[in-house]
């Protein structure tokens, strides 16, 4: 075959997509699209009627063959569980799909309520489909995708806040947080504001989210202390899976921070400093 990938590749952005939702890690995410596309190279192009549909399957059994294999390691992670930020650019498009809100609402789903769900809701896969994959019957799935949906339309309802307003938020709250004014923290943040920091026991962070604008700017004034003057490094603004955020050069390494905001106000701070996560950031 002349170019044995070129029927593959169209298809590759999806799947990386569906196996990140899937996993939350964007290195784990390519490994399995490239042991998919390992496997699509022995299989007869000529049997296969709907190309994607096909790989979506390929790439789901290895999903799921992998959230079983590290549901224990997920059960011992250290601390807060974030996903590995997808940065770009501002102004730049990126799937909904990959919002920070959706993916930790599908972290807290069972390996196999996340499967069944996207793959039925995002990939329009049949139920009949996903029984044989998931080895479950059809009934089964149909319930498992169910209760899935259930969890991802209790997520409170998202109100869109205009560009301006965004900047002018989280432009407010790195310089107070960051350059020696953390009281007024207490002008951009909801009063039940949350933080969730993600250290993975590699570098320090808040062991569990710290609920309510009061807190968070305790905890601020804390790091504020702790670094005693010293500047946080140079800063990026970008989008992170689709809120307004910052690639941060701390003292101790980089992280990403990410902004949820509605009505005016930040409700969720998202801050990832494993550095496992962000090796693709280098």
Same mark, same amino acid.
């Given at each position: 075959?002349?170019? =044995? ?8 952005? +999806? %799947? ?10 964007? +290195? !784990? /995410? ?7 596309? &390992? ?6 192009? /000529? ?10 399957? $390929? ?16 059960? #011992?992670? @250290?601390? #807060?569980?974030?996903? !590995?930020?997808? @940065? ?11 919002? %920070? ?7 807290? %789903?069972?390996?196999? =309520? ?15 489909? *996903?029984? !044989? ?16 949906? =259930? ?8 109100? +869109? ?9 989280? !432009? ?9 004014? &953390?009281? /007024?923290?207490?002008?951009? %943040? /909801? =009063?039940?504001? &949350? ?52 690639? @941060?050069?701390?003292?101790?390494? @980089? ?5 949820? *905001?509605?009505?005016?106000? $930040? ?16």
């Amino acid at each position: 075959m002349p170019n =044995e990938g070129s029927d593959f590749e169209p298809h590759r952005d +999806a %799947l990386v997509r569906l196996a990140y939702q899937m996993l939350g890690s964007i +290195a !784990e /995410a390519e490994d399995v699209v490239q042991d998919a596309f &390992v496997r699509w190279r022995d299989v007869d192009r /000529a049997a296969v009627t709907h190309p994607r549909a096909y790989l979506a399957r $390929i790439v789901s059994r290895l999903c799921v063959d992998r959230m079983r294999a590290e549901a224990s390691r997920r059960e #011992t992670y @250290v601390g #807060t569980w974030l996903p !590995e930020p997808v @940065v770009t650019h501002p102004g730049e498009p990126l799937a909904h799909d990959l919002s %920070l809100a959706l993916l930790m609402t599908l972290e807290r %789903l069972s390996p196999l =309520e996340r499967a069944a769900f996207l793959m039925h809701d995002v990939f329009d896969m049949d139920y009949g489909e *996903i029984a !044989e994959l998931l080895e479950r019957t059809e009934p089964a799935c149909r319930q498992l995708a169910a209760r899935a949906r =259930e969890h991802v339309r209790q997520e409170r309802p998202r109100f +869109a806040t205009d560009d301006a307003t965004r900047d002018r938020l989280v !432009e407010a709250f790195m310089a107070a947080a960051f350059g020696g004014h &953390v009281a /007024a923290l207490a002008d951009v %943040l /909801a =009063e039940d504001a &949350v933080l969730y920091a993600d250290g993975g026991g590699k570098r320090p962070a808040a062991p569990q989210p710290i609920r309510g604008r009061a807190n968070i700017i305790d905890f601020f004034g804390m790091v504020a202390r702790s670094r005693a003057g010293s500047a946080i490094g140079r800063t990026q603004r970008v989008e992170i899976n689709t809120l307004p955020g910052f690639i @941060v050069q701390a003292v101790d390494g @980089v992280q990403t921070i990410a902004f949820d *905001i509605a009505s005016a106000r $930040i409700e969720a701070i998202y801050v990832v400093r494993n550095p496992d996560k962000l090796r693709h950031l280098a």
